[in-house]
Structures are given as structure tokens and as C-alpha cells.
């Protein structure tokens, strides 16, 4: 077909070729760009046909809330790559977490969650789940005992993170997907860090995977988005209503600026996750750091884990600095062409010090519990050629 969507065989398209060309819906003009639809409604033939598309006996758009052309582009073209049956966009990735971990929940349920999770998920699990009745209890990502003893103790769903924010903590996917079968437990696995590049949480025995479009999809620092992805049968039965009536829905021009952006992704990922390993090595061997932290670096605690799960090492670093918070500081004052920044994924470099920024609703003991401390750096690695990059990183570190 002249639309590129419905030629057969693209599930087995490579993921570049899935970023380029997956989900395009061609007007009948045969724009080469995908279209951006702006429009809250839709005109129908008939009155029956209204009936009908309302009653979901007909295919059709029936209110950009339930869906609408070039977010559905978007959809396929996520789903496609992500190898998932099924995806819904949202307006931010919190809009598909809090979506994807509340939805499928009542009152009387228990959510297991790992300790490092991005700052708004803790919040949602810790502070907003317990107000509606919902218990919740944080453990340890590594800790395959605490999981199996907490998920046992009776479980309806588990969000886990891996290459987890800030330290990039690995979660054996499979080892606690394993775990939720047997409980009958939801496993939601935010996949941001890894990016669908890189890992393949469904593959590893996931249930939902969830993304910030915001961070590598877009890539370019330009829009907010989000997406959920799972069995057709879990979107329509459970998310579909959520989405529809709560109403997080992703805006058609944010959705066609990450379609956009998903046809660099691949090329990005990869150049930018080549560009980390380096620096990280480079930093690593820098006397005024302490730790480095990097997912496929030998000495990453988790290394095996992210080894067996992750092709590449991804985009992210963290460093920890002589010094503590006052060397830290030091050190983002010192950068010339990396920004401070807490967005990430983003060609521009981006560095921040997670203890007072993303991370600073937690106490001290908080923190600790996940390793974070004020000497901490994460560093969002970007396009710009690796040689200016490292340039700039130990330029840094030797003012520390
Ligand atoms: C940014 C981020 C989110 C939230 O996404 P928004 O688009 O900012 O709402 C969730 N999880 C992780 C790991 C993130 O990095």
C-alpha cells in the first residue's frame, strides 16, 4: 500500500525502519511528511453513523479526547517499535505513569514499588496512593528476597524503573515479572532511561511499559508527551475507559513533534549512548571522582543485570565528586557547554545534582536509602561531538 501502513510485514521492519515509516496514515494529497490534524471533533455522514461510531460498531474518530489521527500515527508508530500490541499517548509521561498505575487499582489494593523511582512517581506511590485507601511499600530494586517476601504478602501491581533515576539502578526484570505472574500482580516497567532502543521490558515479562515522550522520543527539548503500552485486551478493558473519561490526552502537535523526533531516535540513542560510554570511562578515571556510576560499566553494581537486559549502556552517567554538595556545585558552575538542566535525552548535554533538585522532597534518610547522596551528578549525554564533551567534563572536574 502507498501508505506505508498497511504493507505486510512490518513487525519485522528493524527499529529504525519502524521509526521512519510505522503508523504513516497518508491524507489523500500523499503528503511525504506525516500531517498534523488539528481538530477537537469530527463531522459524521449520517445520524446513524454518529450512533454507530459512538457505540464503537463502526471505526472512526468520534472526539480528539478519545483519539484523534496524528496522535493515532504516533500510537502505531510506538507500538511498532516497542514490538507491543497496543499504545495510548498522553500529554506527559506522568500522564501515562499516573494513568498506567492507577487505573487498573481500587481501594484495599497493595502496590509494591522499587526505592528509586523518578521523583513524581514516588510522590504519586507514596503520598497520593495512600489517601485513597491503596497500601504501598518501597523496596530495595536489587533485592530479589525483599521482592519475592513483599509481592507474596499479596500484590495487585509492581513499578519498577531500570536504569533507574538518579543512580541508574538495575531491576532484574524478568527475576520479579516472574514473582508478579505467580501473585496475579500488574508489572509496570518505566522504560525511559532504556528507551525502546535499548531494552524490550514486554519481551522480558513486563505487563505495561510506560514512557516519557518528553526525553528521548522527542530527543530535542521541545514538547511534553507520554505513552503506555500493552495487550489490546488490558488497553481496552482497563485503560481505554481511564483514558477517555480522566482525559490525559496528548495534543495532536506535541504528538506529530515526537513523531518527528522518533525517526532521529535510533541514530541519537546510539550516538549518544557511544558518546556516555567514553565520557564515562574518562570521568571514571578522573582523581577528583569518588564513584561513577554507568549501567554497562564493570563496576556498576547492577552491571550483570543491565548487561543481560540493555544492548548498549544508555545515555545516562552519574558521578559522584569529591567534596560533597560544595564540589558538586562546583563542578555544574564549572561546565561551559554542557547546561544544568533536569531535563534528559535531549541532544544538548544536561547535567543536575539530583539531591537538591529532583530529589529534594526526600529526607536525608530517604535519599541514603537509595544510595543518593550530596555528592551526586547525573549527566544526560547529548549529540554534540564527544571530544567538546569531555573537554568541558574534566575541564570541570579539575576545578573541584
Ligand atoms: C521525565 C520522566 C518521567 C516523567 O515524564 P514527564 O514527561 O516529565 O511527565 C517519568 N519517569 C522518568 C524515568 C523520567 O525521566
Known amino acids: 500500500m502507498a501508505n506505508g501502513s498497511d504493507s505486510s510485514g512490518k513487525a519485522n521492519w528493524k527499529a529504525a525502519t519502524k521509526a521512519v515509516r510505522g503508523g504513516l496514515m497518508r491524507s489523500e494529497h500523499g503528503e511525504i511528511s506525516e500531517a498534523l490534524y488539528l481538530t477537537s471533533g469530527y463531522a459524521y455522514d449520517s445520524a446513524e453513523q454518529a450512533m454507530a461510531r459512538m457505540k464503537g460498531e463502526e471505526p472512526g474518530f468520534v472526539y480528539s479526547r478519545y483519539g484523534s489521527p496524528t496522535c493515532e500515527m504516533l500510537q502505531q508508530r510506538i507500538a511498532l517499535i516497542e514490538n507491543a500490541e497496543t499504545c495510548r499517548v498522553t500529554a506527559s509521561g506522568m500522564g501515562a505513569i499516573s494513568s498506567a498505575i492507577l487505573a487498573p487499582l481500587k481501594s484495599g489494593d497493595r502496590v509494591v514499588a522499587a526505592t528509586a523511582l523518578f521523583g513524581s512517581c514516588r510522590w504519586i506511590i507514596a503520598n497520593l496512593m495512600p489517601k485513597y485507601g491503596i497500601e504501598t511499600v518501597f523496596v530495595d530494586g536489587a533485592d530479589l528476597d525483599a521482592w519475592e517476601r513483599e509481592i507474596a504478602k499479596g500484590c495487585q501491581l509492581v513499578l519498577i524503573e531500570s536504569p533507574a533515576n538518579p543512580l541508574l539502578d538495575g531491576v532484574d526484570i524478568e527475576a520479579v515479572s516472574k514473582l508478579c505472574k505467580k501473585a496475579g500482580a500488574v508489572l509496570v516497567v518505566d ?210
Not at 567534596?323 to 535531549?346: H, P, R, T, Y
Open 191 to 400: 522504560n525511559v532511561f532504556a528507551t525502546p532502543i535499548l531494552q524490550k521490558p514486554l519481551e522480558l515479562g513486563a505487563d505495561v511499559v510506560v514512557y516519557s515522550g518528553t526525553k528521548h522520543m522527542d530527543g530535542q527539548g521541545r514538547v511534553m508527551l507520554g505513552a503506555i503500552l500493552t495487550s489490546a485486551q488490558y488497553m481496552e478493558g482497563v485503560y481505554d475507559p481511564y483514558l477517555r473519561h480522566v482525559g490525559p490526552a496528548a495534543a495532536p502537535f506535541n504528538a506529530w513533534v515526537v513523531l518527528k523526533g522518533l525517526e532521529t531516535l535510533k541514530l541519537r540513542v546510539d550516538a549518544q549512548s557511544a558518546s556516555a560510554a567514553r565520557i564515562a570511562d574518562t570521568i571514571g578515571a578522573h582523581p577528583n571522582v569518588a564513584a561513577v556510576r554507568y549501567p554497562h560499566r564493570k563496576d556498576h553494581p547492577h552491571y550483570d543485570v543491565h548487561k543481560r537486559q540493555m544492548t548498549s549502556g544508555g545515555t545516562m552517567i552519574a558521578l559522584s565528586v569529591n567534596g560533597g554538595q560544595e564540589a558538586a556545585f562546583k563542578f555544574l558552575n564549572s561546565l561551559e557547554l554542557v547546561d544544568i538542566c533536569n531535563n534528559l535525552g535531549d541532544t544538548k548535554s544536561l547535567a543536575c545534582h539530583p539531591s537538591s533538585t529532583t530529589h529534594r522532597a526526600l529526607t536525608d534518610e530517604e535519599q541514603a536509602a537509595m544510595g543518593l547522596d550530596r555528592s551526586w551528578i547525573r549527566f544526560s549525554v547529548g549529540l554534540e561531538d564527544p571530544d567538546d564533551l569531555e573537554a568541558d567534563v574534566v575541564n570541570a572536574l579539575n576545578s573541584v
